[in-house]
């Protein structure tokens, strides 16, 4: 009878630490999935935005695409390739380019996410092209992804989409560095010798699995759960044991004391 407390309180704190784990896990998966990014907006109805646009255009683009951007013999015509050519581009910072006779390189971006909004727009306003995709990867099939995956995109990029070389000295990048955002950009618009996935080669279903399973291929072993800054599986097994094994043994120094408090002289087992 006496030792029932102590029994009852180590159930409760069992309980509390059982609801600690869970509520950590579901935060730290709800924080690996969630964010996919997609900040454009509408920024191309915004005539503002546009003009503004117009102006970084000007002086940071007009010597190879052409004043009017109707495209010169180093650089392709703008209208019709929409914004997600324009924001893919610039968020990749492969423009502004720094020599039209080489594949442009994936660098950090020349602009701000403010500036590179307003030129966005300005492209967009020229007229036709694809939007900025509407990316919601965490509701893809991570499956069906892996083996539109395996069909499409491995030729070139590899199995672990490390990339590769193709041939004209051309390559095929890791994707590993691109935003969800950048890589549905890129199925959209084929940058470069990359070809074009448009809505009838693939639904957007069919692209938000495939982003998931590029998303899958930069980290494959991370489980899910809390990732504790993806530090790798035996770490935070380490870190699990560590925590587990000092919360008992705060438990036991707690109860040794109690429990002896409450019966000086009683054997270990009674009844
Ligand atoms: C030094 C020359 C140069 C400058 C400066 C430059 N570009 Fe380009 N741009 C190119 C070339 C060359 C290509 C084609 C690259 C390819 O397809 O391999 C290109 C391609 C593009 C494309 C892709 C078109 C498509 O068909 O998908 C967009 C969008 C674009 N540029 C926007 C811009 C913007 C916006 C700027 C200014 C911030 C800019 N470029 C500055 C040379 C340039
Ligand atoms: C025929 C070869 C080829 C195929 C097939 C292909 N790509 Fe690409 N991809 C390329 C090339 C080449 C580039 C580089 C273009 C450039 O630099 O302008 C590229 C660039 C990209 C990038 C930009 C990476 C970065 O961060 O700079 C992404 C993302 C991408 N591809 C995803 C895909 C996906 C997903 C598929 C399958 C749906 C796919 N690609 C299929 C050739 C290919």
């Given at each position: 009878?006496?030792?029932?407390?102590?029994?009852?309180?180590?159930?409760?704190l069992m309980v509390l630490a059982t609801?600690?784990?869970?509520?950590?896990?579901?935060?730290?998966?709800?924080?690996?999935?969630?964010?996919?990014?997609?900040?454009?907006?509408?920024?191309?109805?915004?005539?503002?935005?546009?003009?503004?646009?117009?102006?970084?255009?000007?002086?940071?683009?007009?010597?190879?695409?052409?004043?009017?951007?109707?495209?010169?013999?180093?650089?392709?015509?703008?209208?019709?390739?929409?914004?997600?050519?324009?924001?893919?581009?610039?968020?990749?910072?492969?423009?502004?380019?720094?020599?039209?006779?080489?594949?442009?390189?994936?660098?950090?971006?020349?602009?701000?996410?403010?500036?590179?909004?307003?030129?966005?727009?300005?492209?967009?306003?020229?007229?036709?092209?694809?939007?900025?995709?509407?990316?919601?990867?965490?509701?893809?099939?991570?499956?069906?992804?892996?083996?539109?995956?395996?069909?499409?995109?491995?030729?070139?990029?590899?199995?672990?989409?490390?990339?590769?070389?193709?041939?004209?000295?051309?390559?095929?990048?890791?994707?590993?560095?691109?935003?969800?955002?950048?890589?549905?950009?890129?199925?959209?618009?084929?940058?470069?010798?990359?070809?074009?996935?448009?809505?009838?080669?693939?639904?957007?279903?069919?692209?938000?699995?495939?982003?998931?399973?590029?998303?899958?291929?930069?980290?494959?072993?991370?489980?899910?759960?809390?990732?504790?800054?993806?530090?790798?599986?035996?770490?935070?097994?380490?870190?699990?044991?560590?925590?587990?094994?000092?919360?008992?043994?705060?438990?036991?120094?707690?109860?040794?004391?109690?429990?002896?408090?409450?019966?000086?002289?009683?054997?270990?087992?009674?009844?």
């Open positions: 009878m006496r030792r029932k407390p102590v029994a009852v309180t180590l159930v409760g609801c600690l784990a869970v509520g950590f896990v579901s935060i730290g998966g709800a924080g690996a999935g969630g964010g996919d990014g997609n900040s454009a907006g509408d920024a191309d109805s915004d005539p503002d935005a546009v003009r503004r646009g117009r102006e970084l255009y000007l002086t940071g683009c007009s010597s190879c695409h052409g004043t009017a951007a109707r495209g010169t013999d180093i650089a392709p015509d703008l209208h019709g390739v929409g914004a997600a050519a324009a924001d893919f581009q610039l968020s990749t910072g492969r423009m502004p380019d720094t020599d039209p006779d080489r594949q442009p390189e994936p660098k950090p971006p020349a602009y701000t996410r403010a500036e590179i909004d307003d030129l966005v727009a300005y492209v967009a306003s020229l007229g036709g092209g694809p939007p900025i995709p509407d990316v919601d990867h965490p509701r893809g099939d991570l499956q069906a992804g892996g083996v539109l995956y395996r069909q499409v995109c491995q030729a070139c990029h590899s199995a672990a989409g490390n990339g590769g070389a193709l041939s004209l000295g051309n390559d095929a990048p890791t994707l590993h560095g691109a935003t969800p955002v950048e890589v549905a950009e890129a199925i959209r618009t084929g940058p470069s010798n990359m070809p074009v996935f448009g809505p009838d080669t693939l639904t957007n279903r069919q692209v938000n699995s495939i982003v998931r399973y590029v998303d899958y291929l930069r980290d494959p072993d991370n489980p899910g759960g809390a990732p504790l800054g993806l530090v790798g599986p035996i770490t935070e097994g380490l870190v699990a044991i560590v925590l587990g094994l000092g919360f008992l043994m705060l438990v036991t120094r707690w109860i040794e004391p109690r429990s002896m408090r409450d019966e000086p002289q009683g054997p270990l087992i009674h009844e």
